[in-house]
Structures are given as C-alpha cells and as structure tokens.
C-alpha cells in the first residue's frame, strides 16, 4: 500500500469510518445474522412508531393516540420484548457487520429494560413534574398545531381530546394505586406538582375555541357542530385536571411523608438499582457512585480555588460567589436579554467548529422562552429536538426571577445544549440516514447529556473560556454535576433528607437557593437520571484518552468526534466496544 493510500484510508476510517457510510448501510452483504438483526429491528421501530407519540410527530405522520400508563399496558410492552429478546438470542450477533452488531447491542439494553419495568411500575412516581412535564407540554403543542384539512382530522381531533381524558384518568388511577401500597410524592414536591397541572390545566382551556381562520375549509354548520363537540370534550378535561388537583390537595398532601427518595419505600434500593442502571447503562453500584462524586467535587473545589486566587480575590468561596450572583455583568435585566447572551456565546463557538468536527447537522437552531407552565418546575430549560411541526433545534431557557438567575455560567450552558452539545448530537443522528431508522431515534440519558457536557468541556482547548469568569463558570457547571453523583445517590439510596442534600450542594455549588431547592425535589421524584450527565462525561473522556494513547500522532480530533457521534445514541458500555474497534481499525492502516 503506497502512503498515498494509506494516508487516504487512515482518513477514511478517522473522519468517517463510524458513521456507517464507508460500507452504505443497506449496500454490504447481508449476512445470516445482519439479515435476522434488522428483521428484529424493523419489528421493533414499527412497534415504536405505531404507539409513540413523539416518533409520530417527528415523522409527520397522524397521531390517534396519547401515551399509555397503566400496569396493563407495560407488560404488554413487556411480553413483546420477551418475544423481541427470545429471537436475538437466537442470533450469533458477533457475526454481523459492526453497525449491526451495535444495533443488536443496542437493542438488548431497551428490551431489558422493558422485561423490568413492569416490576417497578407501582415504585415510578410518574405524576411527578420531572416525569410528566414534556408529556403534557407536548401534547398541548401538538393539539395547537394540528391543520384542520378534512373530516378525518376532526375526528381525529375529537378522539385526542377524549385520550386525553383517559390519560388524566390514568394518572388518578395509579397515584390511588401507590397510595394503597404506602407510596406518595414527597410533601415537598406537592405544591409544585399541583402548579404544573393548574399551568397546564389553564393552558389547554384556551385550546377551546378553535380559530376561524384554522376551519376556513368547512361549512359553518360543521364549523358550529365541531366546536360545540370540542367544548364538552375541553370541559372534561379541564374536570380531569381539576381531580388531580383536588386529589393532591386534600387527605393526599396531608398523608405525604416528610422523608423523601425511593429508598423509603416497599424494594426502594432494588428500584434505584434499576434506574441508575437504565439511566447510566453501565453496571456501577450506588455505593460506588457517591464516592466518585465525593472525590470529583473535592476535585473541582480545589481547581475553582485556584482560579480565585489568580483572579486576585481573597475572600473565601462564598463571598466570591455572592459577588457573582449580585454583579450585574452576569444579570440580564429582561427575559428577551437571556436569549441574546446565550446566542452571543453560539457565535464564538461556531468560528471554531469546522477544527473538530468533519461533519454537522443540517438543521437550524436557536433559542427561545419557556412557558410559564414550564418555567416553575425547570431550574433551568431543556433542548427540543426539530421535528416534523418545527424543523429547528431550539433550546427553552428560563427567564423567570432574573435578579436570582447568574449568568456567569452561560457559555458552557448554551454549548452544552445547542452546539457542539445536544444539538450535534441529536440533529445528527436523526439524519444519518445509514443508521437503521430505530438507531435514528434510540435514545439514552447517559450518551446524550454525557456528550452535551463533554462538548461544553471542549470550550477550554478552544480558548473559549480564556476569560477566568468563563472558565470559573464552567466548573460551576461540572462540580453541580458531579454534585450529583452525591445527592443524587443520597436521597435515592442512602435516604439522606431534603435538607442534608440542600447543605451538601449549598456547600460546594454556585446554585442559587431556589435552584438547588428545585434540583434536590427533581433528584427525590426521578431518582437515577441526573447521574447520567457526568457519567456519560467521565467515559467519554475516558474513551478519548484511550484513543490519544492508542494512536499516538495519527489521532485526529475530527475523527474521534465522528466515531463518537456517527454511529448515533449509544449505551455506554456498547460505546466503548464501538470505540475500541474505532481504534483497532484505525491502527491496522498506520504502518
């Protein structure tokens, strides 16, 4: 091989030769076990794209049903990964192609999971403003955008609106469950849960008129029928809401226990197992966890110090931080203010993405404003992925109580969800069109907030947090989310209280105290998720530290990044496995 082409194919397999494309998906011979992996594939994306709401917006196509909850339901999910799993096993997976043996790797880890969940059903708060919050702005979103063309779509429309009664009935009915089993939200986390559902209970009261403009292809004899069918079909929802939040603010409230975390309840360890399992897709123990967080926050602690010291600042931490939080540098005086900082910080970023990366997405991106429903359980907003009613990458910042909102942060945050954070990532792997198109759409915690943390990190070989306040904001960012690991941890499976996990991060986080208030009640009703941020970060890092010792002068910073994105959302473990073939491969071609 001439050096010509070795430089060639060594490029090939740095820039390239994860995403699939240096053999075309759907191009390689299509062995015995490729063949039987995607038959299994195709069975479960069609399975998901029949039932799932979001999968259905996002590919256009007509939703006739809103997200299921009951016990029932689960296991029926259950028995079909049982036959999904019954036939993988069957498969010798080693044999496949690379991208399928990922995709049978992948797989495994969502049907095992699915096997679970109806074990821990009765243990899920899923009430909860942390598990249902998306669900109910996402389905007041989508009755918004739906296009009135023929009689079809106002019965469907009409359908939807009765789902979603039997979805608050569901609701009701699994929270009368948990309560006969000894299981209730926190005290704490009550008056929260009921704004969320009095927000977004005023919220879906003015979808009841139905602009004129929204029925102009109808007569007005169908115009007057549909709207007096949709005003008794709002009103039962709005009744449905109202039980909700009848139900929370009666004997319920009064029988909540002061103690919070899943650890308090009927196999709460066994359950925290589970979902820091599910969350973090790698085998780590609770115990082994919090030490880690333990260390990496003394860690960050003692760097965050130094970067005091440099600045000149001889006052302890919380003095420094008390200076951040009133400094008006770092305050924005209108909502429409956080918007324009944060897409000043997107602008410095971008001049330097074409250095790291080889290939990004094509969809647009941008910021905007939370909902008022939504800005009172977010400490701070979340990204939405373009979809078929808005085919743009939007990051939701709250804006709400700005004279406590620092944003001496602000840089690493918008990197972490736009770009080269959630962003890339998502955008990307839902236009890989050589992924099968479940890969397209699988999704895992640990994978996604893992790189989007990673991908703020890169702002510090950039020279994006040149400025020592930049780069102090930054480790605001990491050493909260290695907080995590403790608090997290603690209130889950060490039952710690409210209060003792407020201390802990009061003591070493930059966080206002209505933010850590927000967090540690997120951490008590979703317990497992938020340790997937830092995780995922600690592997990734890991991995490229690998890579830069493996390959020596031939890694390439752009390679790397295509490997850990081109192949899309991956279990941690399964990226390891992808990574070190990345390696191998590319280490077979250097001479």
């Known amino acids: 091989m001439s050096k010509t082409t070795k430089a060639l194919a060594l490029t090939l397999v740095l820039l390239g030769g994860a995403t699939g494309c240096e053999h075309g998906y759907f191009e390689i011979d299509r062995s015995t076990a490729a063949d039987e992996i995607r038959r299994i594939a195709d069975d479960l994306w069609q399975h998901q794209l029949d039932r799932e709401m979001y999968l259905r917006v996002t590919y256009g196509l007509p939703v006739d049903e809103l997200p299921q909850l009951s016990l029932e339901d689960l296991r029926a999910e259950a028995d079909f990964a049982a036959e999904l799993s019954a036939r993988l096993d069957r498969v010798e997976v080693s044999q496949a192609p690379h991208e399928d043996y990922l995709t049978a790797r992948t797989m495994r880890r ?220 770092f305050l924005a005086q209108r909502p429409e203010e956080v918007g324009k900082r944060l897409m000043a910080h997107v602008d410095r970023m971008e001049r330097r993405i074409p250095e790291y990366f080889s290939v990004v997405p094509k969809a647009e991106y941008g910021v905007r404003r939370l909902t008022p429903a939504e800005e009172v359980n977010s400490t701070f907003g979340y990204y939405k992925p373009p979809d078929s009613i808005e085919p743009v990458g939007y990051y939701n910042y709250n804006a709400s109580r700005l004279d406590q909102r620092s944003m001496v942060g602000a840089a690493s945050l918008i990197f972490h969800e736009l770009l080269p954070g959630h962003h890339f990532q998502v955008a990307l792997q839902m236009e890989n069109e050589s992924l099968h198109p479940y890969r397209q759409n699988v999704f895992n915690s640990a994978f996604a907030e893992g790189w989007a943390e990673y991908a703020a990190s890169l702002g510090m070989e950039m020279g994006l947090y040149e400025d020592p306040y930049d780069h102090y904001g930054h480790l605001t960012t990491e050493i909260f989310l290695a907080s995590r690991l403790v608090v997290d941890t603690g209130i889950g499976y060490y039952a710690w209280s409210l209060e003792r996990a407020r201390e802990f991060m009061g003591e070493h986080v930059f966080q206002s105290e209505v933010e850590i208030a927000t967090e540690t009640l997120r951490y008590a009703t979703r317990p497992g998720q938020a340790l997937a941020y830092r995780l995922g970060y600690e592997k990734i890092w890991e991995l490229r530290h690998r890579a830069e010792r493996e390959l020596g002068e031939a890694f390439d910073i752009r390679g790397f990044h295509a490997a850990v994105l081109g192949s899309g959302t991956l279990p941690l473990s399964v990226l390891e496995e992808h990574i070190d073939w990345w390696i191998e491969s590319a280490a077979r071609i250097v001479p």
Request: negative net charge; glycine residues 8%.
């Open 110 to 329: 969502d049907l095992e999971h699915a096997l679970e969940a109806p074990d821990f059903y009765w243990n899920n708060l899923s009430m909860s403003p942390y598990l249902s919050l998306y669900t109910w702005s996402a389905i007041n979103n989508l009755l918004e955008s739906v296009v009135f063309e023929n009689a079809e779509e106002l019965t469907r429309y009409r359908k939807l609106l009765a789902d979603y009664q039997r979805l608050l009935d569901q609701h009701l009915a699994k929270m009368t469950g948990q309560e006969e089993r000894g299981i209730r939200l926190p005290k704490a986390a009550i008056p929260g849960t009921i704004g969320m559902y009095e927000g977004f209970r005023d919220q879906f009261a003015g979808l009841r008129t139905i602009a004129t403009e929204r029925l102009a292809g109808f007569d007005e004899t169908t115009r007057v029928g549909f709207q007096s069918a949709v005003d008794v079909l709002v009103d039962a929802v709005v009744g449905g809401y109202d039980r909700m939040v009848e139900h929370l603010s009666g004997e319920y409230l009064d029988l909540a226990p002061e103690a919070v975390g899943a650890a308090q309840f009927e196999r709460g360890r066994e359950f925290y197992r589970h979902r820091a399992r599910l969350f973090t897709t790698v085998d780590m123990e609770p115990e082994e966890i919090h030490r880690l967080g333990l260390e990496r926050v003394d860690e960050l602690s003692e760097e965050m110090a130094r970067i005091r010291e440099g600045i000149g600042f001889d006052g302890d931490r919380e003095a420094f931080h008390d200076r951040l939080r009133s400094n008006p540098r």
